[in-house]
């Protein structure tokens, strides 16, 4: 198989033992494996869900909450009837599932149960003999299921042209393109600045004030060492686990910069399926980072930590040049007051339109993520092809300023 497996792990609903979970996540991403964790207290529709999105081989089930048995051929019975049979189940949980219970989970169509003393060595492999290959295509998808598998399919071709350089473009994968495109918000800022908190309360609002509005979410997470990554972002998310709401996880598998090689073909299909938003955010990014492309979002948003260190930092933000509006998160900190003037000081030396915002994002019904989505719904009317010229102008203006420091 040409890309990394992906597996999708989570814990049960009513349950939070996520230490067995979290120890074998990083144990499969170091061995070149990519796991979309789910987090814990979890539904079974949610996994169901999120496991269709992310396209995975498999879905790991840590469970210590005695319910088990139903739990787990609840999630076998839900694939199956979603048409999604061929993504297996495996998992354990320790001394809560017996010899018993195993063989009843079985026949009801899970695929291993570990139990206590397994080596982490010995899943890992398991994995990789039983997960590692491409599964026969299932003869007619549609939807979510579809959607899903062609995403997969552009980011095969990267893995493989990656290997042979010669892949062929990614047009193919939509041919029954929609030709309304969705408004595209692009979403970046150093990691740990809340970024998906922010999306995901943005998407509530979404969900609420556009009662048939229908989301996208392309999220980035770092591939590491051995090519595995831990993509962790759906574990923040709790409004965008919503059928109005598809999300994707992406590795940014070898590339720098804060997105993927397959980023810009994912998010072309994406756009153009019958989403009204789509709504990608970056990896966690540096100082000279300028991830989006004039052409690829309509609006960029940057969300910054009021604890950016010294004001003359701000000088060297790249992305302060070229951002629509600037969202300084987490601003009940104790900084937050000196980081937003810094920041209007700094935004006064560019001379254009660029907003600023202040949000707690963790905060419900907080005031300046109602302000933010006010901000883009207003953006929305604007035109877009202007808009877009003018970040490119900016973009290019940002580039040769980086050039000549
Ligand atoms: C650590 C622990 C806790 C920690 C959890 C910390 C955390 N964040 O995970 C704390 C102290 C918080 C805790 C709290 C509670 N706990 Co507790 N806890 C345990 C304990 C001691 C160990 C579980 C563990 O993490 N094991 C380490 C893992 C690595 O090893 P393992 O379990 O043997 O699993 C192996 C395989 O099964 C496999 N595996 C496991 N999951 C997966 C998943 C995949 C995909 C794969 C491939 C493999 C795999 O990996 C291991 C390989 O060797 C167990 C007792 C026990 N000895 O099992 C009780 C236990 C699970 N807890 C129990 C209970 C009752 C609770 C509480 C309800 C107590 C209370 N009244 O407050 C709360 C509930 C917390 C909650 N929110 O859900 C009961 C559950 C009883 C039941 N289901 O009938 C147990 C069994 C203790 C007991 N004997 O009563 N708990």
Do not use: W
């Amino acid at each position: 198989m040409s890309s990394p497996i992906r597996v999708l792990t989570a814990v049960p609903i009513c349950d939070g033992h996520d230490s067995a979970i979290n120890t074998i996540n990083l144990e499969f991403i170091r061995h070149g494996i990519e796991v979309v964790y789910l987090g814990f207290h979890r539904y079974v529709g949610d996994i169901v869900r999120a496991a269709i999105q992310e396209d995975v081989a498999a879905i790991g089930i840590s469970s210590y909450n005695g319910g088990h048995v139903e739990f787990f051929a609840e999630v076998v019975r839900q694939l199956g009837k979603r048409g999604a049979s061929d993504i297996a189940v495996f998992g354990g949980g320790g001394g809560t599932i017996t010899q018993d219970d195993a063989t009843v989970m079985k026949r009801k169509g899970v695929d291993q149960i570990f139990f206590a003393g397994t080596s982490l060595a010995d899943m890992v492999e398991y994995v990789r003999q039983h997960y590692g290959k491409r599964r026969t295509q299932v003869a007619k998808v549609e939807g979510d299921i579809a959607l899903a598998r062609k995403l997969t399919a552009i980011e095969d071709s990267f893995a493989q042209r990656r290997r042979r350089r010669n892949a062929g473009s990614t047009r193919r994968f939509g041919p029954e393109r929609n030709s309304k495109r969705a408004r595209v918000l692009g979403f970046t800022g150093p990691g740990g600045a809340g970024k998906t908190t922010l999306i995901d309360e943005l998407v509530l609002r979404f969900l609420q004030r556009s009662p048939k509005a229908r989301i996208a979410i392309l999220s980035h997470d770092p591939s590491v060492v051995g090519e595995g990554a831990l993509l962790g972002d759906r574990a923040t998310m709790i409004n965008s686990q919503n059928d109005r709401v598809f999300m994707r996880s992406m590795a940014t598998r070898g590339q720098s910069g804060g997105l993927s090689p397959a980023t810009e073909g994912c998010l072309d299909l994406l756009a153009h399926s019958d989403f009204d938003y789509v709504m990608i955010e970056t990896v966690g990014t540096g100082q000279e980072a300028l991830p989006f492309r004039s052409t690829l979002v309509d609006q960029t948003v940057l969300v910054m930590n009021p604890d950016y260190g010294a004001r003359l930092q701000l000088q060297k933000i790249v992305m302060l040049d070229v951002a629509d509006i600037v969202v300084v998160n987490k601003t009940d900190l104790e900084r937050a007051k000196a980081a937003l003037l810094e920041i209007e000081h700094r935004l006064a030396q560019n001379k254009y339109r660029q907003q600023i915002v202040a949000t707690v994002a963790k905060r419900h019904r907080d005031h300046g993520v109602d302000m933010l989505y006010d901000l883009i719904m207003q953006d929305s009317t604007a035109g877009v092809s202007d808009r877009r010229n003018q970040t490119s102008e900016r973009q290019r203006a940002a580039t040769m300023k980086t050039r000549t420091r």
